[in-house]
């Protein structure tokens, strides 16, 4: 699916360490302009470690990492982030004393264009609001007010206001209620069909089925399988093998 779209990134032979203790062993993953890629496996198989290590969050990292033909593997998160990398953490980190406006002009950069041409998805608080309508009635409200959900769904309202080609998001299903899940699906769906690429990382096979086009699966810091996320959901061996609890 999507092969002929154009490459944004590609990670080959990826290795990351938390001090001497190595995590990933040569990951090697790509996503393309218009998809969504689930990275998928267990708690501490090595999810958040890939996108911290593509965004350059670690300190020890090697192998290569190429985003929008620039080579970013050994570039500071800022660099990646001013060529239109979004990056959405788990633990949400929005400006508590700061209201949802407020929080989003931190997020604030640049139109950006395509390499042929044609507009990149433009975000503004309006067009956001309408994407995540919890938020447009809350636009005074402080970060600290808000409940887990709707401190993730500002996250990521912030990180689109950067205007990213592509966004990774770390563990958008974990710890909400399910009516925020849903909102999430339903916005990932939304973020696609307005030619954002997602590289999501996930457990919640439900959820990677909802909205992905391929998936990776990640055990003890190596992929164990790539392909499409059909084959994925039917491959019973190589989900109890790595992704049930």
């Known amino acids: 699916m999507m092969n002929n779209a ?3 990134l590609e990670a ?4 990351a360490w938390y001090g001497a203790a190595q995590i ?4 090697g993953l790509n996503v393309r302009r218009g998809e969504v890629v689930a990275l998928m496996g267990r708690n501490g198989a090595g999810k958040s470690t890939t996108l911290k290590a593509i965004m350059g969050m670690l300190a020890k990292r090697a192998g290569s990492i190429r985003f929008l033909d620039h080579d970013i593997s050994r570039t500071e998160p800022h660099h990646a982030s001013r060529l239109g990398l979004g990056f959405v953490p788990e633990d949400r980190r929005v400006f508590t004393d700061l209201t949802v406006m407020e929080n989003l002009e931190v997020g604030r950069q640049p139109a950006r264009r395509w390499a042929d041409g044609t507009d990149a998805p433009l975000w503004t608080p309006e067009k956001l ?3 995540f309508p919890n ?3 809350m636009p005074q409200r402080p970060g600290g007010r808000m409940s887990g959900g709707e401190q993730q769904m500002l996250t990521v309202a912030r990180t689109l206001m950067g205007n990213p080609y592509l966004v990774l998001l770390d563990e958008p299903s974990e710890g909400v209620a399910p009516v925020i899940v849903e909102q999430m699906a339903h916005m990932i769906l939304q973020l696609k069909s307005q030619g954002v ?6 457990q919640n096979m439900h959820f990677a089925e909802l909205v992905s086009d391929r998936a990776y699966v990640l055990e003890k810091g190596q992929i164990r399988f790539e392909g499409s996320i059909e084959a994925l959901a039917q491959n019973d061996e190589v989900r109890r093998a790595y992704l049930s609890v």
């Open 12 to 15: 080959k032979g990826l290795c």
């Open 24 to 27: 990933l062993y040569e990951v």
């Open 6 to 8: 154009p490459l944004l």
């Open 135 to 137: 938020l447009g009635e």
């Open 197 to 202: 690429s997602i590289l999501l990382s996930e």
């Open 129 to 131: 609001f309408k994407l």
